[in-house]
Every structure is written in C-alpha cells, then in structure tokens.
C-alpha cells in the first residue's frame, strides 16, 4: 500500500484542529492534532490520537491533558505547536490550576487521563473531562493536508 496516497485518502475528511497542551513540571508543551473526538457523555469522555515520534508523546503518557479547539484566526497558534514555532508566541497562555490553555480558543476541555490504547504508530489517550468551557465563533478547519473554512449553514 503507497502510505503517501492513504494518507492523501484520508485527508478527504475534514477536521477541526487543535492544540492538545500538558505541563511537565514547570514547563507548559504542546502540539497540534485534528485527530480529536468525544468518545462518551457518561463518562465524559475524549480521545486524541497522538504519534509516538513527537516530543509530546512522552509528556503526555500517564498526565493530564487540555485540547484547546481553534479559531479561524489561530492558524499561526496551529503552525507555531505543529513545528514552525513563532519568534514572538502568536497566542497567550492561560494559567488554570489544571495547567495552561491558550487564550481565545473557541473551546478548552480539561482532562485527567483515563487509558492509552496501542494505535500503531500512534497511541489513544482517552481523557476524561473535569472542566470545559466554549465559546461563539468560526472554527479552523483542516482538509487536503491544508487550514480551510468551515462554512456553517443558517
């Protein structure tokens, strides 16, 4: 199977995109993901799908998590976590007594984690929710390897 065209297939499904953020000690990590989902409401439960070659992938296992959902204005928040960090930080951090979030998101979603599955080259850290919080506004979308629009219907 060519993995360049898989990937190329599955591209075709649009996505919102995120920036699933952790502390480790002092120090606050990051990184973009559009592999995000709800899995339950009793439990309240998420899933983000996260590489086993990231940097975040250690600081994720076994700790607490924040998916923050961007807005169509936080394309270069989505670049800076995705590995084209920004000289000046295109966003600001919010401090909570979870961890840090980042300001103006459309949503944030607080986690505890509650399992790791195997997912191949990836794992699935299921976290179940503690806190949450939303707000109006137009979504980041992802689709065809690029940020588009989300056109939403009246």
Not at 88 to 103: A, K, N, S, V, Y
């Amino acid at each position: 199977m060519d993995l360049k065209e898989f990937r190329n297939c599955l591209g075709r499904f649009a996505t919102g995109v995120t920036v699933v953020t952790c502390n480790e000690g002092e120090q606050c990590h990051g990184l973009t993901a559009n592999s995000f989902t709800s899995v339950s409401l009793d439990p309240p439960l998420v899933l983000v799908s996260i590489d086993r070659d990231t940097k975040a992938f250690q600081k994720l296992k076994d700790n607490r998590f924040i998916v923050n959902i961007l807005s169509i204005d936080q394309q270069d928040t989505a670049m800076h976590f995705a590995g084209k960090p920004c000289e000046d930080l295109p966003f600001e951090w919010i401090e909570t007594d979870f961890g840090h979030r980042i300001q103006d998101s459309l949503a944030y979603i607080e986690c505890e984690p509650w399992a790791e599955y195997d997912g191949g080259d990836h794992v699935l850290f299921l976290g179940k929710v503690v806190n949450f919080e939303y707000q109006e506004g137009e979504p980041l979308g992802f689709y065809g390897g690029k940020f588009s629009k989300i056109v939403q219907e009246s």
